[in-house]
């Protein structure tokens, strides 16, 4: 209904619409007053009928002490004359305010305490004319003015209750609705960041010694040349796939596998083919491992011998070990002195911490005694070991300028 009003109501009318209320209720119930009590003397009714206007002006600021303090005037009317009627009605008017604008809900306290007040002046006054049928009409005004005033408390707090629950299903949608945008976007960094950075390396390497074979030896330049092309259709292949989640999800998806362990060859090649050395080593039974895990440990595997070749001596051992719950992986290199001028972004390693985490593994990076550098990923092997292995991320000291 306060909607509804809204739209016909004039601005100034709707934001002071609880003063022009009560304002209105406020006269009504002076001239109530002065037309229920005309017997009484002129002072009298008159001060009755201010009393029940400003009563009425001032109920949502101070309702219970207002409600005593109208209690306590009708009760001092009923011993000095006549009963004032139109203070039932202020009466009821209060008690109403009472139980809707106080701070602790107890409409009937105040309702029984109203009226047990005036029957005992009522009979000590007038005990033969008091108890009536009149009575009837005392008790609908002081204890229907309470119901009614806690009813619509009771309406409001619903509402307010509704209204809080919706706004917080819509705050929380949005939330949800940002963290997935986010968590969205940090997976795509990260799969361009794990692809551009092994190949591109490989395409620089090439690129240095296609400068050199071009200086000493011509003839010898097109396998090199060769192997930038490749490089470079491999990680445009690859980012494709990557941005392919931007797309409309109706078009078709690309029915490449996602890169797993089972690269993992392929991923030693094109690295030894720049002349970077890598000692594999692997221990234990290879199998399937869950998509996410394999995911995981190919990625992870990338970017730390992409490092490795960045900022090594050129050699580096890459240990893989399965055991009957994990698949540990372990990549150590000498760094190169002096180290080499390449400034690094730092996301590889916050990339490697983010995906073992996903995979419900752990990770630790730092420096060895003896200028070793060690990335070292426990990720779990088999689909109850995701369950079981939630432990959080281990960190150590890393090297900041590594990217």
Known sequence: ????????????LHRHQAKVSDALLAAGLF????????????????????FAAVATLLRRRYPERLLAAATVVTVISIFSGPPAAGLFVTLAVLTCSAALYS???RPWVHATLVWTALALAGSLAYFSQWWGPDQFALVAFIFGGSGAGDSVRMRRAYIDEVTERARQAEQSREQEAR????????RIARELHDVVAHHIAVISVHAGAADHVLRNQPDKVWP??????????????????VISVLRDPDEVNSTEPTPGMDRLPDLLDSLRVTG???RHQQR???RPLPAMVDLAAYRITQEALTNAHKYGDGIAVLDVEFTSDTVTITVTNRIAWPRPNRAG???GLLGMRERAAAAHGTITTGLLPGGAFRVEAMLPADEQAVSRLNAPTQVLPTITERA
């Open 276 to 278: 970077f050395q890598v």
């Open 345 to 347: 972004s730092g996301f």
């Open 284 to 286: 234990g039974t290879p």
């Open 1 to 12: 209904m306060y909607d509804v009003t809204a739209r016909w109501m004039p601005p100034w």
């Open 224 to 241: 090199v040349l060769g192997h930038i092309r490749t490089a470079a259709d491999t990680v445009l292949e690859e980012i494709k796939a």
């Open 31 to 50: 001239v109530l007053v002065l037309q229920m009590d005309q017997g009484s003397s002129t002072g009298r009714i008159i001060g009755l009928a201010v």
């Open 103 to 105: 701070r602790r809900r």
């Open 179 to 186: 963290r997935r945008v986010m968590d969205e976007r940090l």
